[in-house]
DNA sequence: CCACAGGGCGGCA
DNA sequence: TGCCGCCCTGTG
């Protein structure tokens, strides 16, 4: 990986094969980033917003600089992992061509907070509608960053902020039932930040167990918070397309925690990885039937 | 108008 | 412990 600064847009070369911005934003592992009309995507991240673009085998970091890039890109894009390694590793017979499919993928380093209930609000909920939710409550609760090729932006509203709505204001944001359960969050992380902050600490196990006590957490939200913000990559989030592809490649069917079991002896500590080539190959219509 | 998609909770065996 | 009805919104 080869890196140029310039004075609002940084370039990165010798990595084309491990980023593909169109698989790292649409593998459901996140909501805010948004495809612009040449391909490009723009997203908010902390207070930050950045466009993302690859042109050839340039990728290109465009509204930010030097110093973003070395605090927040580098760990946020996951830029110093090997990904090749793990894409040869995952490349038998059975994941070759889904490996192949989402070869650019990256899992992002997320914010903790953000994570928690972004995927509170996915709980039976599509992706669509997902984004839309985030976009309320970040618009209107949330504080303005900026402008960026004429739109607005906005930062996702901290755990105090949120602690401070009624269950009946975060409804009009479209939250539905899931209203309660993000005030649960919102309160127990608002009275506790290092609860929260110091999860990634801990065991695989443990911080499941631990997250799983917000209300709206069970084991495939409490799965995507740890793989998704705690670089815990042996977490195997289960949901109706997993299920679906887990079966066709695998012949594997059964309740979602059955599935995860068989994922660590068969992926081991790179289930987190299979999971997103799995899940991008099964949601972007590649199943049969 | 109805059917359906999509995780977790809570009540009831 | 396991099962099942329900929660909410948008789309077809």
Not at 97 to 125: H, M, P, Y
Not at 158 to 180: C, P, V
């Amino acid at each position: 990986m080869k890196v140029s600064f310039y004075k609002n847009k940084v370039e990165i070369r010798e990595l084309s094969e491990e980023f593909e911005p169109k698989h790292i934003f649409e593998c459901g592992q996140c909501f805010r980033w948004n495809r612009e009309e040449d391909g490009s995507y723009t997203g908010v991240v902390q207070n930050k917003v950045l466009n993302v673009k690859k042109s050839g085998d340039l990728i290109i970091l465009n509204n930010t600089n030097k110093k973003d890039f070395e605090s927040i890109w580098i760990d946020y894009f996951d830029l110093n992992r090997n990904y090749s390694k793990i894409k040869t590793r995952l490349s038998d017979s059975n994941l070759k061509n889904i490996v192949e499919f989402g070869k650019g993928i990256r899992i992002l380093n997320q914010d903790e907070w953000e994570t928690l209930v972004s995927f509170i609000i996915s709980a039976n909920n599509r992706i669509l509608m997902i984004k839309r939710v985030i976009y309320n409550l970040s618009k209107n609760h949330g504080h303005f960053i900026g402008h960026y090729r004429g739109k607005e932006y906005y930062s996702f509203p901290t755990a105090d902020k949120i602690n401070q709505l009624s269950e009946k204001d975060l409804r009009l944001m479209k939250t539905g039932f899931r209203a309660k359960y993000i005030k649960d969050a919102a309160e127990r992380v608002s009275k506790d930040k290092e609860w929260l902050y110091n999860l990634k600490d801990m065991s695989y196990d443990q911080a499941l167990e631990e997250i799983k006590k917000i209300k709206g957490v069970g084991d495939k939200v409490g799965n995507c918070i740890l793989l998704f913000s705690m670089k815990k990559h042996e977490a195997f989030p289960v949901d109706i397309w997993m299920k679906r592809i887990m079966e066709q490649v695998y012949n594997i069917n059964g309740k979602p925690e059955e599935i995860r079991k068989k994922s660590e002896t068969i992926f081991g500590q790179y289930s987190g990885f299979a999971q997103q080539y799995l899940f991008y190959y099964a949601s972007q219509g590649k199943l049969k039937e």
